[in-house]
């Protein structure tokens, strides 16, 4: 870093009075546990970012500290008056040692606020105590605006209502122009309408939306429509202004639609000049006998009286439930070579979308309704509801998970100048902060218990002891992390998505960035209606970790060539066989409280003398008791316990199990009082005195003490049945369990025995805990502290990846649940999810990318399990560990009849993630040309090889028929074959790969995603691209109008309006040089992009 040194030195000695804290402090670095040097006292003084250490107040500053990219840990006791500084770059930690507690905790907080970070979440925290201020204030100075008689009980004025469908729009409306008149007669005008609203109650002008650009006519007739959602406050007094606009420099446009005051009409030298204007009242065009309103254009002067006339504009109000037909011949214009649309909106249908909040006035519209009334509204699931269930049936459950949808309408001309109409969708999740924190909070469980296993371990060697206390501090340090994020996250509030500007913020490192839902419903005049969605989302990655040193696909297997060079510090298992630890853990945790609780309802039914009970206890407590001794059915836990013998205090290896040369002898006896000494895992020594059968007859006493439960219920069950006599033959099985059967009471003669049980499911409990535990301590050890940095990482980009997947699995859920074919599918084959990535292979994105692929692979260990809901919270419930997890959604009553019965009652449904990554910018040329592509074509061939095995499971467990209704089986067999053939012929930014594996996955009933950096720029050039290709090839959209549907959907569709929601300017982050290096069709509209933060 380049610094000033004289500034700095002058900044060091300003007054006491110009710096954030200053003070006495013992200062010393540490690596590790270790401390280099003594603690020495400093005079430390705080400005900014900038810690000055000095010898005293008057030296000069002997060093500066960068408080970037670092974080505080403050120890909980209540005596300790230090805290270490750590540093994400690796450098030691630094030692602060404050002379009293409250000191201490003043550092502390000063430290961890001074950083770019801090300051960060000080500007969002005024920000929003601003934005309650200004709603406070708004609500206020309404209700000065209306006389005492027009407020009713509940504060709210009294206008006159519209009169609507409930759940649809309240208003809608076609916008055209005639005759205008151009500045010079020559000049060929590109034009668009601005609309603007005045609330009768406040009288303040306020934009609401505008149409797209109409270039080369004096009568343009526009593609994009008006829609007013059902919770919009407009009323028939409500009126409103459009403002015609002529574009001279669309590149100036885009800039002064984001800034300029509502108020003020921009200059006619920059972008822009002023046409005329109209205004109308709602009430005039819902009560006109036409529902049409032809107005005249003014340009108003200071000059003319009333203004000039400059041509007409046409109004026609849409009913919803109307659909027109008609040639698409009469669109023509005089222009040359020109073709306009009129907007024409959806017709009504219960099982589109309901209703939309138009994002264009979301400050005006949270300060006007009350804030239930927005979360009301939401997306409906299907397109052929059946009779019986209605969409208010539906809308609780998708109210839960999403929010704040955007809502855009067009109308496109068919191939055989027939009309389809579309509205577009997006809306944000709640998901994107409930998945995160249900996660870490299982992690903090997960870690809790870990640490406690350790702790349980028992007396071990000194050195093992040591390797014990070292690697429990260390998780007791990062689960501290996850609890102050925790804590973090509990305190959002806002907006339910994390915006892109955010991504490097460390307390919301887990949240997804800009997760939204991407919906086209399109209604076609002789096809089924059809919903497409998308989920979008920024790549699952760590930003806040930094890709340095690359993503975790390079740092997984680099840390795992490491572990196995490591010395004998400790003992070497492979990921497997640690994987296969922490299932055994978790299947101890899982089973044996289930087996105490059916071994007690056993004994209950015994004591009730009830036979059908008692069998079916019985039944119940087998199966768990088999599965429980099953989960010890590993060579691991034998070796494990052996280890971990050998580890304890006095262990002497005397004689070696197998015959070895005099030379290993004697080193055996040099160091056989150094269990640190042992080799890995495939040359452990064997014990002389350790007795390897006794843990097989300790794990087969289960078996045995079960048999006997078993052979004395049935010598039981069969005296209740015997009605001749009471005597009889004794049972040999039951004879062994050495119990007398001569009338005693059921509970009695079962109790001892299954005390029994319980007394040796304790024994191998403790057992295998203790063995599995040591082997967790190894994976540990051999790592620290790059261990669990690495599982931060994961459980970083994982939290992402799976707030995405609960998304995408609810949405599909919702829209699929008529599909008998599709349910089929879920529960037979399990689900595809196809994530199309978008990221370069150069510099940091390289890293993003491996992250990315990692995450998305670690979601084939999530199991999805759908539920009845049994009160009104719908959201998801997750359970489980960082092995294995299951999400469980739930249902409505109504919607939960509808699932297949093997869907009801509990079946786990499985998940094929895949992804498919193409590279589409500049830093992608720079990676072709100079640089290396391997880690995209790695990513996606081994997914093509995934997909392939999906196809084939596909084929063979499902009938052709469950394909969608356009779908035949020889289309996908061509369409694998051709993807097959682009990834292997490496071509540059061949985007046909992501445009194969999306048509695979959709014809697949996949789930698909968009992912780029952030989901702003690119994935929105890739989300509009495929909207309008599926319009082109499934809906015969006319092929002369494919780019200006495209345009159209760029520059005033929902994705322009999800880069103002991140970066508050509806401009796309691009320049012209990287635009060059874009492929054709990922190219944004004229003014739509420019300088933009990211």
Same mark, same amino acid.
Request: glycine share 6%.
């Given at each position: ?11 060091a000695?300003?007054?006491s009075?110009?710096?954030d804290?200053?003070g ?9 546990d270790?401390?280099?040097i ?11 970012n ?14 500066v500290v960068?408080?970037e990219?670092c ?15 750590k540093?994400?770059s ?19 907080v000063?430290?961890?606020?001074a950083?770019s ?7 969002q925290?005024l ?5 309650e ?6 609500s206020e100075?309404a ?6 008689s027009?407020?009713?009980?509940l504060?709210e ?6 009169q ?10 076609s ?11 020559d000049r060929?005008?590109?034009?668009f ?7 009768p109650a ?9 149409t ?15 829609t ?9 007094e ?16 885009t ?7 509502d108020h ?17 009242r ?5 009560k006109?006998?036409e529902q ?6 003014r ?11 400059? !041509? ?13 037909d ?32 138009c994002?264009?006035?979301t ?31 539906n ?10 949808p ?5 109308r ?5 100048n ?10 944000e999740?709640?998901?994107s ?8 909070n299982?992690?903090i ?14 007396e ?13 501090a ?11 994020t925790?804590a ?7 907006s ?8 490097g ?7 997804p ?13 002789r096809?089924?209606d ?19 040193n ?5 740092l ?8 196995r060079?490591?010395?004998?510090q400790?003992?070497?298992y ?14 101890i ?14 004994l ?20 768990k008791t088999?599965l429980?001794?099953?989960a ?6 034998r ?10 205090p006095?262990?002497?290896?005397k004689?070696p199990a ?12 040099k ?21 390897e ?7 087969a006493n ?12 049935d ?13 009889g033959?004794?049972d ?5 369990c050495?119990v007398?059967?001569a009338? !005693? ?14 007394d040796?499911m304790?024994?191998?409990?403790t057992?295998?805990?203790q ?13 620290l502290?790059?261990?669990?940095m690495?599982?931060l ?22 829209t699929?649940?008529h599909d008998?074919?599709f ?12 994530y199309?990535?978008l990221?370069?292979?150069y ?5 993003m990318?491996?992250?990315m692929?990692?995450g998305?692979s670690?979601?084939?260990k ?20 960082r092995?294995?997890y299951?999400i469980?959604?739930?249902?409505p009553?109504?919607?939960f ?13 499985r ?12 830093q ?10 391997t ?27 469950c394909l ?6 020889n ?24 445009w194969l ?6 014809k ?13 720029d690119r ?6 691209l495929?909207?309008c290709?599926?319009?082109?090839d499934?809906?015969q ?31 796309y982050?691009?320049n ?8 054709k ?11 933009a933060?990211?």
């Open positions: 870093m380049r610094f000033n040194a004289k500034d700095l030195a002058l900044l000695k300003r007054p009075g110009c710096f804290k200053e006495k402090l013992k200062i010393c670095r540490v690596v590790g270790e401390k280099l003594e603690p020495r006292e400093r005079w430390c003084r705080l400005k900014g900038l810690l000055f250490l000095m010898k005293n107040k008057s030296s000069e500053a002997s060093e960068i408080l990219r974080w505080v840990v403050e120890f909980k006791s209540k005596t300790d008056v230090s805290i270490i500084l540093f994400q690796g450098e030691p930690d630094l030692y602060i040692e404050a002379a009293s507690k409250p000191d201490c905790e003043a550092w502390a000063a430290l961890g606020e950083n970070e801090g300051l960060r979440n000080k500007i925290q920000r929003r105590l601003i934005m201020i200004k709603e406070e204030r708004a100075e209700r000065q605006f209306l006389p005492s027009q407020v009713d009980s504060g004025p009294q206008f006159t209502s519209i609507r469908i409930a759940n649809e729009p309240k208003l809608e409306f916008l055209a122009c005639k005759g205008l008149v151009a500045a010079t007669r060929k005008l590109n034009t309408i601005q609309v603007s609203v005045v609330h406040e009288h303040i002008l306020t934009r609401y939306s505008s797209e650009i109409v270039e080369g006519t004096r009568d343009p007739l526009f593609l994009t429509g008006v007013f959602p059902p919770e919009y406050p407009i009323y028939e409500t009126k409103i202004k459009l403002t015609v606009y002529d574009v001279k420099d669309k590149s100036q446009d800039v002064l639609t984001s800034v300029l005051p003020k009409e921009p200059r006619a030298d920059v972008g822009r000049s002023f046409l005329g204007c109209a205004t109308f709602v009430g005039d065009l819902v006109s006998k049409q309103l032809t107005l005249t254009l340009f108003l002067s200071r000059t003319s009286d009333g203004g000039k006339t400059v !041509g007409t504009i046409e109004v026609n109000l849409v009913k919803m439930g109307e659909f027109e008609g040639e698409m011949d009469h669109i023509t214009t005089d222009a040359q070579d020109q073709k306009f649309l009129c907007f024409l909106p959806l017709k009504s249908c219960s099982c589109g979308f309901l209703s939309a909040t994002a264009h006035n400050e005006n519209l949270e300060r006007m309704t009350d804030r239930r009334a927005k979360e009301e509204c939401a997306l409906v699931r299907e397109c052929t509801a059946p009779e019986g269930l209605s969409g208010k049936d809308l609780p459950s998708l109210n839960a998970v999403l929010k704040n955007i809502c855009k309408l067009y496109f001309p068919t191939s055989d027939k009309w389809m109409r579309i509205r577009e969708q997006m809306a999740t709640t998901l902060f409930h998945v995160p924190k249900e996660l870490i299982l992690h469980k997960e870690d809790m218990r870990r640490n406690q296993e350790l702790k349980d371990l028992g071990l060697a000194p050195h093992w002891d040591n390797m014990r206390k070292s690697v429990i260390h998780c007791d340090q990062m689960l501290s992390m996850y609890q102050d925790l973090e996250l509990g305190k959002h509030t806002g339910s998505f994390k915006s892109s500007c955010s991504k913020e460390k307390t919301l490192e887990f949240i960035i800009n997760l939204h839902l991407q919906r086209m419903h399109v209604h076609s005049p096809l089924k059809a919903l497409y969605d998308v989920i979008t989302v920024g790549a699952p990655a760590a930003h806040f970790q930094g890709f340095k690359g993503g975790l696909r390079k997984l297997s680099k840390f795992e060539a490491e572990r060079n490591t010395g004998y400790c003992i070497y492979s990921p497997e066989n640690t994987a296969k630890a922490k299932e055994v853990l978790s299947n945790n899982h089973l044996q409280p289930l087996i105490s609780s059916h071994a007690d309802l056993l209950n039914s015994a004591s009730q003398h009830s036979p059908d009970s008692l069998k079916n206890s019985l039944k119940m407590l087998s199966e088999e429980f001794v099953h010890f059915k590993d060579q691991l836990v070796s494990a316990l052996l280890a971990l013998y050998t580890a304890r006095g262990c002497v290896l004689k197998v015959p070895r040369s005099s030379a290993e002898e004697s080193d055996d006896l160091h056989q009082n150094h269990p640190s000494q042992i080799k890995r895992q495939d040359s452990i020594p064997h014990h002389s005195e350790y007795d059968e006794e843990w097989d007859r300790v794990w289960v078996g045995k003490s079960l048999n006997c439960v078993i052979a004395m219920v010598r039981l069950l069969e005296k209740d049945n015997s009605s001749k006599t009471k005597e033959e004794s040999p099985s039951a004879a062994d050495k007398l059967h009338g !005693g009471d059921w509970y009695e003669q079962l109790y001892p025995l299954v005390i029994t049980l319980k040796c304790g024994e191998v409990v057992r295998a805990k063995s599995m535990a040591f082997v967790l301590l190894q994976e540990l050890a051999c790592g502290p790059q261990c669990l690495l599982t990482r994961r459980d970083i980009v994982f939290s992402q990846a799976l707030a995405g997947l609960v998304c995408g699995f609810i949405i599909k859920l919702h699929s649940l008998q074919g349910l089929q599918q879920l529960h037979t084959v399990g689900l595809l999810v196809q199309e990535g990221l370069s292979t510099s940091e994105e390289a890293g990318l491996e992250d692929a990692v998305i670690d979601l084939q999530v199991m999805f399990k759908v539920i009845e809901a049994k009160s009104e919270d719908f959201l998801p419930i997750i359970t489980g560990r092995e294995h299951v469980e959604v739930q249902l009553a109504k919607m009849e509808l699932l297949p019965q093997e869907i009801k009652e509990g079946k786990l449904l998940m094929y993630p895949v992804l498919f990554n193409v590279g589409i910018n500049e992608q040329t720079l990676a072709e040309r100079f640089g290396d592509t880690l995209q074509e790695n990513i996606n061939q081994e997914n093509l090889e995934l997909l392939k095995e999906y196809y084939n499971l596909f084929t063979e467990k499902m009938p052709p028929d969608p209704h356009f779908q035949e089986q289309d996908l067999k061509g369409l694998l074959e051709n993807l097959h053939q682009n990834i292997q012929a490496k071509r540059r930014k061949n985007v046909e790969i992501m594996a999306a048509t695979i996955c959709r697949l009933n996949g789930v698909r995603f968009t992912c780029c950096k952030s989901a702003k994935t929105s050039m890739s989300v509009t495929e909207q290709s599926i319009l082109r499934e809906h959209l006319h092929k002369d109008f494919f780019i200006r549907a495209l345009d159209c959907m760029r520059r005033e569709g929902c994705r322009i309006e999800n880069v103002l929601k991140n970066v508050k300017c509806r401009k982050a691009f012209m040089i990287q635009l060059m290096a874009f492929p069709y990922y190219r944004p509209p004229e003014g739509t992009y420019g300088k933060d990211t």
